[in-house]
């Protein structure tokens, strides 16, 4: 009798225990939020996921399937049901149960887990500023953040900054959404009093080099609809994204040098149609790589453009520009690969869905910001599958490179917005595209927002940038002429530096190293009486940094000096570094 009064007398101290913890965390909701969110994020960018575009396995790296097995434990031990790894295609999928017995839509909640192979993402060190106070964020002795540069910045004053340390992307896009997404499945879990609808979650990898869906389930996923958390700016909430494709040249030189040609293609694209130069709704070719010889070139671009007329007007005329040059040069002298990637969501997501979304963010306190993803993501591809995607925020800003930043209220708006999206299901009407809208009425909880937002774009083959591509075209220097003899020759070794930002969101911040490239080159090209001599002999760069040996005549050392003179007046100090030998 003793020992089962001491088994009743300790079951009841447990359950006295669970009581105390549900009701704390119900008093103290913003702070736990605050804490777990940040927790996680900081946990999950120290992990290494970067994709890989010339793998050939599923993922791409076996990194991600690593980190998935964690995503999988975690969703076990926070509460969420049916949960799956698809091990041979690295997919972790889950579910919260509905807790309401009104027939309700089911909704998806995704983010993936791979970051962009763009810039250096092994080994990163998040930096917490606590209090920002409007000024200069150094991010290492040679690196900073400036609201000059970065006017976005002066929107956070006095909140908590997460930056990298210089050397590395931050991997906030996707981690940002990761964690927003399991924070609010957590705080759903331990607030039932919630009313919410069925919610599917899925953790997808490889986004960032556009094959995240490949193997994605539609039908075993079973949803109704859903989102991405894959955003950047608080409050943005998009379904427009670019139509994508991508370009790629192979190009043989028979009856001429291979790179001078991949030169003269790369110039025949309009200039002001670049990343840099466009912005909102405009598109953009973007050259991201270009290597090669004498013998044999390749080069890809990408094709981004909104309208589905233009987007067909740009694939026609890179194919007639392979044709003319194949006229030109010979017949298959030009291979041109042109595939599409993925097309504008705005076709396949229903206006109601938006207007649910809406409601949502209005719910929890959070204006939404209609804005294009100037870019794609894993939406995009769902939505042409059967599963109306669009993207929502999840705060971070500056995406793949260096000067990627998130504010700490900004993901915990975002995991409020979750929580607002899942709680108002119940109550919306998407039959006439209303509802009272639920918001998050918990006991002293936040449920202020978190955008449904896109950034995007591009973000997927970003990847090697432009930098390399038009360099490579400077091989067109590669003329040995008679000129040669009667010259001496030295040469150059140059190394430039740029400034690496996603390219739907590059307009006025981006530099890129490889056009700067070929922006010297072609005036060393263009030196009267010397152009047949400059030989370009190597190139290979990015947008971040491009290095080149050139061969020049002894008698134009100076004119280089000026030159790069002028473009370090142009583009910042040090962006162009020479070393004759």
């Known amino acids: 009798m003793k020992s089962k009064n001491k088994l009743i007398n300790a079951v009841m101290l447990c359950v006295l225990a669970a009581v105390s913890v549900l009701s704390a965390s119900s008093h103290a909701c913003a702070l736990d939020v605050r804490a777990a969110v940040l927790e996680r994020f900081l946990g999950y960018v120290k992990i290494d996921t970067q994709s890989d575009p010339d793998s050939d396995t599923t993922p791409s790296t076996a990194k991600q399937l690593e980190f998935a097995k964690l995503l999988y434990g975690e969703c076990i031990a926070i509460g969420l049901s049916d949960v799956e790894l698809n091990e041979e295609f690295g997919i972790v999928t889950a579910t919260l149960p509905s807790n309401v017995n009104a027939d309700v839509k089911v909704m998806g909640l ?95 990898p490889d986004e960032e080099i556009g094959r995240g869906t490949e193997n994605f389930d539609v039908k075993a996923f079973g949803a109704d609809f859903a989102l991405t958390v894959d955003g950047t700016a608080l409050g943005e909430l998009q379904f427009e994204n670019f139509n994508a494709a991508m370009a790629t040249f192979e190009i043989t030189g028979e009856s001429a040098n291979s790179a001078h040609i991949a030169m003269e293609i790369a110039s025949a694209f309009p200039p002001d149609e670049v990343p840099s130069k466009t912005e909102d709704y405009e598109g953009f070719y973007h050259l991201t790589d270009i290597e090669g010889d004498a013998a044999k070139t390749g080069m890809t671009f990408l094709i981004r453009y909104f309208d ?21 040069y010979g017949e298959n002298t030009v291979k041109l690969d042109l595939t599409d990637q993925y097309p504008n969501m705005k076709e396949f997501v229903d206006p109601t869905i938006i207007e649910f979304a809406k409601t949502a963010f209005s719910a929890a306190g ?33 995406l793949h490179g260096p000067y990627e930043f998130i504010p700490l209220e900004s993901m915990v708006k975002a ?19 209303g509802g009272s809208g639920g918001g998050c009425a918990t006991t002293g909880a936040l449920m202020p927002a978190l955008l449904i937002l896109a950034v995007a774009a591009g973000r997927n083959i970003v990847k090697k940038l432009t930098l390399c591509v038009l360099f490579a075209a400077l091989l067109l ?48 090209l263009a030196d009267e009486g010397y152009e047949e001599i400059y030989n370009l002999e190597k190139v290979k760069g990015n947008v971040e940094k491009t290095e080149m040996n050139v061969l020049f005549p002894e008698t134009r050392k100076r004119f280089i000096e000026d030159l790069t003179g002028s473009l370090n007046e142009k583009y910042g100090e040090n962006t162009v570094k020479v070393e004759f030998q």
């Open 110 to 204: 995704l983010a993936h887990m791979d970051t962009a192979p763009d810039f250096p993402g092994k080994d990163v060190v998040p930096q917490v500023w606590d209090n920002y106070d409007g000024g200069v964020i150094k991010l290492n002795e040679k690196i900073e953040l400036s609201p000059n540069e970065f006017p976005a910045l002066k929107n956070y004053i006095g909140q908590t900054i997460i930056t990298t340390s210089g050397g590395t992307l931050l991997g906030a896009d996707d981690k940002a959404g990761v964690a927003e997404i399991l924070t609010a499945m957590e705080y759903l879990i331990q607030h039932p009093e919630i009313p919410h609808g069925k919610i599917r979650i899925a953790f997808t």
């Open 308 to 328: 589905k007329e233009e987007f067909d007007g740009g694939k026609k005329f890179v194919a007639d520009l392979a044709d003319s040059f194949n006229k030109k």
């Open 366 to 398: 959070v204006e939404p910001v209609i804005v294009p993803i100037r870019g794609g993501t894993d939406g995009s591809t769902l939505s042409s599958m059967g599963l109306p995607c669009p993207n929502m925020f999840t705060g971070a800003h500056n």
């Open 415 to 433: 995991v409020d917005v979750i929580v607002s999206l899942c709680s108002t299901l119940p109550e919306f009407d998407f039959n006439t595209g």
């Open 477 to 524: 220097c590669t003329s040995y002429n008679a000129a040669w003899a009667s010259e001496t020759v030295g040469r150059a070794s140059i190394e430039i530096t740029g400034k690496s930002v996603h390219p739907g969101d590059a307009k006025g911040i981006m530099i890129n190293s490889a056009l700067i490239a070929t922006e010297l080159m072609s005036a060393l």
